[in-house]
């Protein structure tokens, strides 16, 4: 699989030939007729790309960093043809609307392959949110003689992506790269995984199962992590795909079985008592940041109200630490790293264990976070070429003169085929915000991931680690690549 992604970054330029989109609908009244896009574009290798004018093309990263962005600089550089120039925006929208910016050069992309992070151009999370927003991007771009601008970003960004299209249309074209390690960006088969989720899954993956090696060695600590993943729990779900942790609560399986908080202690006590019961007062339990708007006491928090919250503390008997105030990012979504979630609910465990199960100092709880590293990691090989590759398909989008479009990439029949979706296809409304977003892609509980994901945790219970130790997953299981492709 990586060699075909790589053979497709290193081919020449080509075209990207139109198809009817059949998929789903495109709301009306939402952009410009010129971008409600009928069509999506695959890539034709057999056709290469005639003469275009020359172009100057903006770079600006928004959101979350996750691993590969710099390849996706690599990979519209690798091409860049003589009297092409390319810019940075420094520090996402907001070095955008305040015209921070530096040359991007081909002699760049030694340097930048294979490079984690965002740091050579930073990001922030600034919304473009206002009618005086959308004309100061427009007067900077304009004075900056932009042919097109490249957002990478996830499913915010990319909104804001669409509707600068709209507010720069005949002015710069916008061209979206798909951007997330939470995995809750896609649209199948046409986007089934976003750059930097690989690399992520596995970082994360390596740090729990050395906490399962080492709490078997030592035989003590049951600790409690906590996984990136705000509203999507596929980070959480890849991650227990590969360890296989003592216990695993999702986000989407509360909801589901339409759990409260004493649901999920009672689950996570029973797994340590059951561990107990064959002498095993040690393990690992995981479960993704998200959960907590998914548990009805915490949402109620989210919202302000902290009283279901309290009462259930009250109830098996621990104090509730200081919680901080919500705070809310730019596109209104709670920060969630902000809030302890591993030290509350090691908290309530060990009340729980000690004044219901009569647990009295058997087991010892610590609680751990697993986020920000796993942005910055170093891509894995296929994260980088596949980043390269959707830089690359980026760039030739804006050779093809397109506007409003994500790029993507089909892995399902004869893949992988370097694609263009019309951003305007994914949105819809959403009533709570009032406005058109990009969906969220959640974990699909009917799906056969899922539940075999459900039958898998009740053999996890006792497990332990292992001599010799599993291969890690090679691929990420979102490809759902055939025996054949791999």
Same mark, same amino acid.
């Given at each position: 699989m990586i060699d075909r992604l790589n053979q497709h970054v290193a081919s020449p330029l080509g075209e990207l030939i139109a198809l009817p989109w059949t998929t789903g609908t495109l709301p009306h009244g939402v952009v410009n007729d010129d971008l409600m896009h009928p069509n999506y574009w695959v890539k034709n290798e057999q056709r290469p790309l005639g003469p275009v004018p020359a172009m100057r093309i903006g770079v600006v990263f928004? @959101? @979350? !960093? /996750? !691993?590969?962005g710099h390849d996706v600089i690599v990979g519209l550089l690798r091409h860049l043809r003589s009297g092409d120039e390319v810019i940075g925006f420094c520090n996402g929208f907001g070095g955008l609307l305040r015209s921070e910016y530096r040359a991007i050069l081909p002699t760049d992309a030694h340097a930048l392959t294979g490079l984690g992070g965002f740091?050579? #151009?930073? =990001?922030? $999370? =600034?919304? #473009?949110?206002s009618d005086a927003h959308f004309e100061t991007a427009k007067q900077v771009i304009q004075n900056l003689k932009l042919s097109a601008l490249v957002v990478v970003g996830g499913d915010d960004s990319n909104t804001n992506a669409l509707f600068l299209a709209k507010a720069l249309h005949g002015v710069c074209q916008v061209i979206g790269v798909p951007k997330t390690i939470d995995g809750d960006l896609a649209y199948p088969p046409y986007l089934t995984v976003t750059f930097g989720f690989h690399t992520a899954t596995q970082h994360y993956a390596d740090l729990v199962s050395m906490l399962a090696i080492d709490a078997r060695a030592t035989r003590k600590y049951v600790h409690v992590v906590k996984l990136m993943g705000r509203s999507a729990s596929h980070v /959480?779900?890849?991650? /227990? $795909?590969?360890v296989a942790p003592n216990g695993c609560v999702l986000a989407e399986e509360i909801a589901e079985k339409k759990w409260g908080l004493m649901d999920v202690l009672d689950y996570f006590s029973g797994v340590i008592m059951n561990r107990l019961a064959v002498n095993k007062p040690y393990g690992v339990l995981i479960f993704p940041e998200g959960m907590l708007e998914a548990i009805p006491e915490f949402k109620s928090f989210l919202n302000g109200d902290s009283q279901p919250l309290h009462r259930v503390f009250d109830r098996i008997g621990v104090p509730l630490m200081g919680l901080p105030g919500v705070v809310l990012d730019a596109h209104g979504n709670p920060n969630m790293s902000l809030i302890r979630s591993e030290e509350l609910l090691v908290s309530a465990i060990t009340a729980v264990l000690t004044n219901t199960h009569n647990c009295q100092n058997n087991v010892q709880l610590l609680g751990h976070f697993f986020g920000y590293t796993g942005r910055a990691a170093a891509p894995t090989p296929f994260d980088s070429a596949y980043s390269q590759l959707l830089g690359k398909t980026a760039y030739e989008s804006a050779l093809m003169g397109l506007s409003g479009v994500l790029v993507g990439c089909d892995f399902s029949t004869n893949g992988p085929v370097p694609l263009a979706l019309p951003l305007v296809g994914m949105v819809h409304f959403d009533s709570h915000r009032e406005r058109y977003v990009i969906q969220k892609y959640m974990v699909d509980t009917q799906g056969e991931d899922y539940q075999s994901y459900l039958h898998q945790k009740q053999q996890w219970v006792l497990n332990d680690a292992t001599i010799p130790r599993p291969n890690s997953s090679k691929w990420p299981k979102q490809l759902q690549l055939k025996k054949t492709g791999a």
């Open positions: 928004s @959101g @979350g !960093p /996750a !691993p590969g740091d050579f #151009l930073g =990001t922030d $999370r =600034t919304k #473009l949110s /959480a779900l890849e991650v /227990a $795909r590969q």
